[in-house]
């Protein structure tokens, strides 16, 4: 148990269909991560949030869009996604320059 | 491109051996990580090391940092088969002043401990 919890765990969608991840982190920290992880690629950095401001948008597509309501609370809006789109998506959190991230255990994605 | 990549790529030993992966970046840093990662499961922070420290111990770990050649290496002491995992550097460069970490992972080395 990281304090970080993502759901849901498993997703299967249609190229059409609209749907969300979710997290929510107990620890306190004020920055949230979105990050992408596919096979036999390295993790890619999606989005950053700093006290639920946007900080780093990675040139991610717009398919996919980060809402961060609060601190505690973030979120992946998915719409008109493609196959190549299926991976592992995580969410991390940390207190602001303290470095360690703390990870979800992922939403595993699958794009039909 | 990537900022670490890690080398080898896959290693297997056997039980009670001793695991050494290494890590290479290209930029100046703050501090360097390590994670693990156990398939299909999120990454849990191993150690950190700041750019002015040259070693780092943790257990059964031992982290070391040469920025001069932008290197690190872990080194896992008398291994075990629960070691078996995938296991990445990160480095984080963040600049700017309550900015949160901006960490680029490596490709990860798996690791295989056999019984």
């Known amino acids: 148990e990281t304090g970080v919890t993502q759901t849901p765990r498993h997703l299967v969608m249609g190229m059409t269909n609209k749907k969300s991840l979710k997290c929510e982190q107990h620890?306190?920290?004020?920055?949230m991560y979105w990050y992408k992880q596919s096979a036999k690629k390295p993790l890619e950095l999606m989005f950053v949030?700093?006290?639920?401001?946007?900080?780093e948008n990675n040139s991610v597509p717009s398919r996919f869009s980060p809402e961060c309501p609060n601190s505690s609370h973030l979120f992946l809006h998915l719409h008109t996604l493609q196959p190549e789109d299926s991976a592992l998506y995580l969410c991390a959190s940390s207190q602001t320059s303290a470095g360690e991230l703390f990870f979800g255990e992922g939403s595993r994605l699958t794009v039909l | 491109s990537q900022q670490g990549e890690e080398d080898p790529q896959a290693l297997s030993i056997q039980e009670g051996e001793n695991a050494t992966m290494n890590c290479s970046y290209k930029?100046?840093?703050?501090?360097l990580q390590w994670y693990r990662q156990n398939s299909g499961r999120g990454l849990v922070h191993l150690i950190l090391?700041?750019?002015?420290?040259r070693e780092k111990h943790s257990g059964r770990l031992r982290v070391t940092l040469d920025t001069s050649k932008k290197s690190s290496s872990l080194l896992i002491t008398a291994s075990r088969a629960a070691d078996t995992a995938s296991y990445f550097c990160a480095t984080d460069a963040t600049r700017g002043y309550n900015q949160g970490g901006k960490l680029i992972f490596g490709q990860g080395t798996e690791l295989s401990v056999k019984p």
């Open positions: 090391i700041r750019s002015n420290e």
């Open positions: 949030y700093n006290f639920k401001e946007q900080t």
């Open positions: 930029t100046s840093i703050n501090n």
């Open positions: 620890l306190g920290h004020n920055a």
